[in-house]
Structures are given as structure tokens and as C-alpha cells.
């Protein structure tokens, strides 16, 4: 192997990284924009504790 790069070589793989970042965020983007969608109709969480609750009886407080 030769240890002789060209400039296009280095600008192909400039392209690359920079497209395959830009890739990464918009599907990245994507997902979460489908996650908010998916549960736009839940109800929020409760607010306080964050363990959960146990009733007396040992059931769990949903």
C-alpha cells in the first residue's frame, strides 16, 4: 500500500463524516418526533416520590 493520499480521498472522506452525522440526527430526530406522537394522548406522570408506592397490603400504588 502506498502511503500517498490524494486530496480527494481526504474531501470523500470529509463528505462522508459529515453526511453520515447528518443522517444520525435526522433519524435520531425522527424517532423522538414519532415517540412525542405515539404518546401525545397519555396523561403525564405523577409528580412527588420517585419510588413507587406501596399500599399496606404490599400491592403496588399504580
Known amino acids: 500500500m502506498s502511503g500517498h493520499h490524494h486530496e480527494s480521498d481526504r474531501s470523500a472522506a470529509y463528505r462522508g463524516l459529515i453526511l453520515g452525522a ?3 440526527a435526522v ?11 405515539k404518546y401525545a394522548g397519555e396523561a403525564p406522570a405523577k ?4 419510588a413507587s408506592s406501596v399500599a399496606p ?3 403496588l400504588d399504580a
Open 27 to 37: 433519524l435520531v430526530f425522527s424517532i423522538v418526533k414519532l415517540t412525542n406522537a
Open 22 to 24: 447528518i443522517a444520525i
Open 47 to 50: 409528580t412527588g416520590s420517585t
Open 57 to 59: 397490603n404490599g400491592a
